[in-house]
């Protein structure tokens, strides 16, 4: 047992603050409910913080503002649980990492290639939505980043301003991608990729 302690501990430190995780991450290091006793016992403690049954994060903590929130990447990829599972951030969400929105939504949404999941977190809900392979043909990639933004704001809400905003985020690399990736996309924003890249 307390060689599955300390290999547990190891780990959980190894990844540093923020890092969200289940029980299966650790299974490679000892039996579940050896696993589950040491997690119980860091989450008692306060090491460790449970966010659901089967769920905890390694929290953040700030000097002035105490213990962050989890966040929402790290619990998204928790959540999808084994490896080989696609996530791409969507609606709200994809729209407030390129600096398009202000405002952090109350539920985030993640598409995936993995079963359906959602949790709850204070204030906030975090949801994995099953999608169609060819939505999640750019996941993490920028690129794909920038469809979901673009898919959350419509059309008429995209402006010569919003295409000169994505033009600073994305890097010449990411620009030159822009016009092959335009097939994954609907017609309309199909157009906007190759406005983007035609200065690239």
């Not at 949790?119 to 043909?137: F, G, H, V």
């Not at 994505?166 to 609907?186: E, G, M």
Request: glycine share 8%; hydrophobic share 40%.
């Amino acid at each position: 047992m307390q060689t599955v302690d300390k290999s547990v501990v190891s780990r959980i430190y190894g990844n540093g603050r923020g890092w969200a995780f289940s029980p299966n991450q650790f299974l490679d290091l000892g039996g579940r409910q050896a696993v589950d006793v040491t997690l119980h016992r860091l989450a008692k403690a306060g090491t460790i913080r449970r966010l659901a049954r089967g769920l905890y994060d390694y929290p953040k903590h700030h000097p002035t503002f105490g213990t962050l929130s989890p966040d929402p990447d790290a619990v998204a990829k928790a959540l999808a649980g084994k490896h080989g599972v696609r996530l791409q951030p969507s609606g709200a969400y994809a729209a407030n990492l390129l600096g398009l929105s202000e405002q952090v939504p109350a539920k985030i949404v993640f598409l995936t290639d993995g079963p359906s999941k959602r949790i709850k977190l204070d204030a906030q809900e975090i949801s994995l939505k099953r999608t169609a392979p060819r939505n999640l043909a750019m996941a993490g990639r920028l690129n794909g980043l920038v469809i979901q933004a673009l898919r959350y704001l419509g059309k008429a809400r995209v402006s010569e301003q919003t295409v000169r905003h994505l033009q600073r985020q994305l890097q010449p690399a990411d620009l030159k991608s822009l016009r092959k990736d335009a097939v994954h996309a609907p017609a309309w924003i199909g157009d906007v990729l190759r406005r983007l890249s035609a200065e690239s």
